[in-house]
Antibody, heavy 122, light 108 residues
């Protein structure tokens, strides 16, 4: 059974750095084709992809946010960590982690965490 | 291009068929996947690959693709299908991921 769970602060102040942890089970991030990704969703708005790390430790970032994001993994702990620097109120959103399977021409987020709401406010 | 375009809102009468579309250059190279999101819940994968449904997704959901357009079709829409639907694919470079802006489906 695949599960993912996000954890981190519910409230951060402007200019602070956000650190979120995704703890997963039921699969190995060392398996070819397996990835873990972060996606966010501001209240009432659309999903926005943020970052992805794959089985080979390759990392991919949203072009618009790449200067602020760092993704890393600890395979032994089954965890993926996302840091986002210089937080702003517009970064208030529900942050999801999700498993991403990738093949040659097909890829999908097949399992999602329940999400964690992060509010940026002083 | 790194964009996927969806109609913001679509409505369908109960029991009728509805098609939700997603357009983008990357869809000429990569399949789209589709997600259903109900209020207060995480998205759920409903269609992936050429036309595959995860276990537990009703067979009234189907997917197709032509050129730069991917489509999600619900044949015989039910009240419980009322939700936001998002498409997703890699971008044209294959090194990034992109979501469409979402389509709010109303079942009348």
């Amino acid at each position: 059974q695949v599960t993912l769970r996000e954890s981190g602060p519910a409230l951060v102040k402007p200019t602070q750095t956000l650190t979120l942890t995704c703890t997963f089970s039921g699969f190995s991030l060392s398996t070819s084709g397996m990835c873990v990704s972060w996606i966010r969703q501001p209240p009432g708005k659309a999903l926005e992809w943020l970052a992805l790390i794959d089985w080979d430790d390759d990392k991919y970032y949203s072009t618009s946010l790449k200067t602020r994001l760092t993704i890393s993994k600890d395979t032994s702990k089954n965890q993926v960590v996302l840091t986002m620097t210089n937080m702003d109120p517009v970064d208030t959103a529900t942050y999801y982690c999700a498993r991403y399977r990738t093949y040659s021409s097909s890829s999908e987020f097949d399992y999602w965490g329940q999400g964690t709401l992060v509010t940026v406010s002083s | 291009s790194s964009e996927l375009t969806q109609d913001p809102a679509v409505s369908v009468a109960l029991g009728q068929t509805v098609r939700i579309t997603c357009q983008g250059d990357s869809l000429r190279s990569y399949y789209a996947s589709w997600y259903q999101q109900k209020p207060g819940q995480a998205p759920v994968l409903v269609i992936y690959g050429k036309n595959n449904r995860p276990s537990g997704i009703p067979d009234r959901f189907s997917g197709s693709s032509s050129g730069n357009t991917a489509s999600l079709t619900i044949t015989g829409a039910q009240a419980e299908d009322e939700a936001d639907y998002y498409c997703n694919s890699r971008d044209s470079s294959g090194n990034s991921v992109v979501f469409g802006g979402g389509t709010k489906l109303t079942v009348l």
